[in-house]
């Protein structure tokens, strides 16, 4: 997923919704931004009349909404038959990033954020234990990209949830020398569904590879408990000046102009 951190009320005079007497810390505030899709922004800012401040303050007060009724419910409303994901305090974080250009088939380099190049491959691993007593039902895993065209910053997602076990969320960056892209490399995504397997493996249920970047994620269905089955999926990304945007079939500078 391509998205731009945009401000609901711009940061400079003479753009969309601009307010004379917000402070320039208020601009600069996170409730004075909104994830959008590059086709959405376009909508958003040339007809700001129509998508005014209020309007969009309460468009992501809904979706915030939304979001805190997907989180975790507390451990205390566990019955005898839950489990628990990834709580041991020796588990990895859930999601981390490391430069394979610099550091290629490295187990040692992983980390929540880095910085990288034009041209750098950045693996991206998403890590599960099933850490209670009982196996965990139904696993599910989705990792979602959000970066900008105009920020160096991209950030990865990770959600990691199963039917009898609490949401983990995660989250690893990547900070980019110049601002750019960071582009899925096509059949990078391995599977390693517990430390018995070496090798990687195709998605159970003859599932695509990027179902990893849909709502719902992969389906991994019931993993069993103990260190034996710590699992993990990796996938790469290539940073590009200028990738191609899938949903206006447009290059990214030809959607935000060549100054980012």
């Known amino acids: 997923?391509?998205?731009?951190?945009?401000?609901?009320?711009?940061?400079?005079?003479?753009?969309?919704?601009?307010?004379?007497?917000?402070?320039d810390e208020d601009r600069r505030a996170l409730a004075n931004l909104i994830a959008l899709c590059p086709v959405h922004h376009l909508e958003v800012d040339a007809a700001p009349q129509v998508f005014t401040a209020p309007y969009l303050e309460e468009l992501r007060g809904e979706h915030e909404e939304e979001v805190q009724s997907?989180?975790?419910?507390?451990?205390?409303?566990?019955?005898?038959?839950?489990?628990?994901?990834?709580?041991?305090?020796?588990?990895?974080?859930?999601?981390?990033?490391?430069?394979a250009t610099l550091h290629p088939g490295s187990a040692d380099h992983w980390s929540l954020e880095l910085s990288a190049q034009i041209g750098d491959i950045i693996s991206v691993?998403?890590?599960?234990?099933?850490?209670?007593?009982?196996?965990?039902?139904d696993v599910q895993l989705y990792l979602e990209h959000v970066g900008d065209v105009g920020l160096a910053r991209h950030h990865f997602f990770g959600v990691l949830l199963g039917s009898?076990?609490?949401?983990v969320r995660g989250a690893a960056s990547v900070m980019l020398s110049t601002p750019a892209n960071l582009?899925?490399?096509?059949?990078?995504?391995?599977?390693?569904?517990?430390?018995?397997?070496?090798?990687?493996?195709?998605?159970?249920?003859r599932q695509d590879q990027r179902v990893l970047f849909q709502p719902d994620g992969v389906f991994l269905g019931d993993i069993a408990h103990g260190w034996t089955h710590q699992g993990s999926i990796v996938c790469q990304f290539e940073s590009v000046a200028d990738a191609l945007d899938d949903a206006?079939?447009?290059?990214?500078?030809?959607?935000?102009?060549s100054d980012g």
């Open 1 to 23: 997923m391509l998205a731009q951190v945009c401000h609901i009320r711009a940061a400079a005079p003479g753009g969309p919704r601009y307010d004379a007497g917000q402070s």
């Open 70 to 99: 997907l989180l975790p419910r507390p451990e205390r409303w566990l019955g005898p038959n839950d489990t628990s994901l990834n709580s041991d305090p020796r588990d990895f974080d859930l999601v981390r990033v490391s430069n």
């Open 125 to 137: 691993t998403l890590y599960y234990h099933v850490s209670g007593t009982r196996p965990a039902r």
């Open 164 to 167: 009898n076990s609490s949401r």
């Open 183 to 205: 582009v899925y490399v096509m059949d990078s995504m391995a599977w390693y569904p517990d430390q018995a397997i070496d090798d990687p493996v195709g998605f159970p249920f």
């Open 248 to 257: 206006t079939g447009r290059t990214l500078s030809e959607i935000y102009g």
